[in-house]
């Protein structure tokens, strides 16, 4: 039983480096969205909505997230700086996940709850890798 001390030891360093390892966010390494577009329609004066389509969406959370990114930089491109969401719905059908967002875009900070600073939501879906308009 002479080496039976050194197996022990082993099995503790063993468990030491284990447990320093990093623990990996499963839900970022295999979440490869692909954006299929686009497509805005202008309902009013201030009232736009977003049809955006995708494949590999986790939840209805990351199709609206796609919209608001659009709903954002077409703030920005007509010259508005804020955006109030209205409402989203989302379906999914074969794989591929459709969102109908719609918003009112501004120049002042709208009223309501759900309203987003274009500039700052548009610098955040660029460090996330979603595309805007």
Known sequence: ????PHIAVAGVALAGLVACTTEVDPTRDYFQPEYLGVETRKLDSDLVSFLVRMRGAR?????????KCAAAQYALIR????????RTSV?????I???DAVYTVSAALPQGLQTIDAEVVV???Q????PTV
Do not use: K, P
């Not at 039983?1 to 039976?4: D, L």
């Not at 379906?91 to 794989?95: F, L, P, V, Y």
């Open 123 to 125: 610098a955040d879906c």
């Open 91 to 95: 379906q999914e059908e074969a794989g």
């Open 1 to 4: 039983m002479a080496g039976t």
């Open 79 to 86: 010259g508005f700086g804020f955006a109030r969401h209205v």
């Open 59 to 67: 939840t209805n959370a990351d199709v609206a997230d796609y919209g």
């Open 97 to 99: 996940w459709a969102a």
């Open 127 to 130: 460090e996330n890798g979603i």
